[in-house]
Each structure stands twice: as structure tokens, then as C-alpha cells.
């Protein structure tokens, strides 16, 4: 059973997705670069690690399966940097990878709809993805999940 929390409502879309960017960075001999966008900010200091800690779980399952994850809840330093400032960076780090993945919860974060706005606008990067299992049979079929990353 699938516990990483991604939102559920776009899996339609994704395995065709899943599979062209994978397919497209094993041609070039290189793993997936794959941005994960979800809410940071919170109310309390509990809800925010929390959400910390959902998005370190979507990077942990994307290394697994061969990805190599972009985490901006713990590259992005929380304190002492403004929202400007951090999504400037985060935007940044997004540009460097081959797709982004949105987690559940996404759509209340106004940084998540930012990034996925930026995926659906830049032809570099994939539409963001919204279900790990399309991104597990596509890992599998090109012969890099389960492999550890450099």
C-alpha cells in the first residue's frame, strides 16, 4: 500500500508521464532529478515538521526507486529567509529537474501552486506528477529502481 502522501486525484495522467521522463533521462544515461513541491509553512512549529517530515518520506521513496530527490523543505533554510527569498531558491532548484512531484495537500500551499504553475509553463520539465505508482512501474521498467544512487 502506498503510504507516501501524494495527492490522488490526477493519477489518469501520469503514467505516460512517468514513463517518457524516465525513458527520456535513461537515454542520456542519468537518473531522474524530481523536485518535491508540497506545504512547508503552518500555523505551529508541530504542523510544520510534520510537513517537513511528509516530504523527506516522498524524497526517501523516490531515492528507492532510483530517482534522485530535490527537497526544498530541508535545502531551504526556514528561518531567517522570507517567503520571496525562499521561493526564489526553491523556484531555482525547480528549474534543475526533469519534473516535480505535487504531495497531498499541495493546492493550500500558495509556493506548491507556484511550482506546479512553473512545471506547466516551462517545456523542460514534465507536467508535476501526483501518484508514486506510475513513477514505481516506469523506475522498474528501465531497469533503475532499487539501484543506490552517487
Not at 62 to 77: D, E, K, Q, S, W
Not at 121 to 129: A, F, K, N, Q, T
Request: aromatic share 6%.
Amino acid at each position: 500500500m502506498n503510504t507516501v502522501p501524494f495527492d490522488p486525484r490526477m493519477r489518469f495522467l501520469l503514467d505516460m508521464q512517468a514513463d517518457a521522463m524516465v525513458r527520456r533521462c535513461a537515454r542520456f544515461g542519468r537518473r531522474p532529478r524530481v523536485y518535491v513541491a508540497g506545504p512547508y509553512t503552518a500555523p505551529t512549529s508541530e504542523a510544520i515538521a510534520a510537513n517537513v517530515a511528509a516530504a523527506v518520506a516522498v524524497g526517501v521513496e523516490l531515492r528507492r526507486l532510483g530517482m534522485v530527490p530535490l527537497v526544498p523543505h530541508i535545502t531551504i533554510p526556514g528561518s531567517g529567509v522570507s517567503w520571496k527569498q525562499a521561493m526564489i531558491e526553491c523556484l531555482s532548484h525547480l528549474r534543475t529537474c526533469d519534473f516535480a512531484v505535487l504531495m497531498h495537500g499541495w493546492e493550500r500551499s500558495r509556493g506548491a501552486r507556484m511550482e506546479a504553475w512553473l512545471c506547466s509553463r516551462v517545456r523542460s520539465l514534465y507536467p508535476p506528477l501526483t501518484s508514486m505508482e506510475a513513477l514505481e512501474a516506469a523506475a522498474v521498467e528501465a531497469g533503475i529502481a532499487g539501484e543506490r544512487t552517487a
